[in-house]
């Protein structure tokens, strides 16, 4: 079984009706990519950096971020690699330098974090732009709530890259895009869709924030609906405003990976999937069996109910029944 997902490495992800798909990577190590690269991984669409100082107890400095990412985009080239920023504060922070908070969840976490600590993030975007000519690179920024965020963040980039100029170091300049995962930012989709050259919905921290409940909370774990009717309106709304603005999305939450969601996906019109390396032989399978015009058809019949569970049984029965 393993070996026949895996001589799908080379085919593309495409569905009966001429729907390409790209199926990349979530990584945390540079280590992860001959794996990645083994399952049939078309890039990296979430390389979670902050995992390179939660491990340890000092801060990388300038040079090592452009050493680590040079490796990770020389190791892809020239499939692209999206790096996102550190999504650090909360319970994500260097020993030492934690701060006691209520809910870290909704604290000064992820672009917040580092728009605030520019100590912390001046080294890594100067690494990254450094980075920059070594492979095909996007830069993500994560846990972003309205476009002064993102501007802040480019104008830093701008600022940076001006300085490296001056330095005599040439870099150029990549495809900045963020993360979709707080409800807000997703309710001004259609105006963050100006200001970037991507979106990446992260689902995890959507519907965590969308249903109100702990990731990590066990006792509201069973509210963990990738398919409440919310979810789906907003990742809908998402959707139309990036095709509206004609920018790409991608999802790099859970629900990525998992098989079940797939036609659902492709009815909502995602042009990316990122998952773990592998998960992509079983989702590039069902997206190869399945058309994308079934995927459309699916989404308007699920948008009409009006639970979770009627979602979710409608959606089972259609994907047993066709794959
Ligand atoms: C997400 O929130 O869905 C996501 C991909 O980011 P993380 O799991 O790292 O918070
Ligand atoms: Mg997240």
Redesign the pocket.
Known sequence: REKELLATRDLPAETHDGVRLQLVG?IEFAEEIPNLLAHGGEGVG?Y?TEFLFLARQDLPDEEEHYQTYRRVLEAMAPRPVTIRTF?LGGDKLPVGTRVEAENPAMGLRGLRYCLRHLDIFKPQLRGLLRASVHGHLKIMF?MVSGAAEVRAAKRLVAELRDELRREGIETRLPPMGI?I?VPAAAQVADRLARECDFFS??????IQYTMAIDRQNKDVAYLYRPLHLSVLRTLRFVCDAARAAGIPVSM???MAGDPLYVLVLLGLGIHELSMNGPAIPLVKRVVRAASAGDGQALVAQILELTTAGEIEDVVKLEMARRF
């Open positions: 979530n979430l979670r999504d994560p993360m995962e919905i992260g689902t995890n921290d959507l790099c939450g859970e």
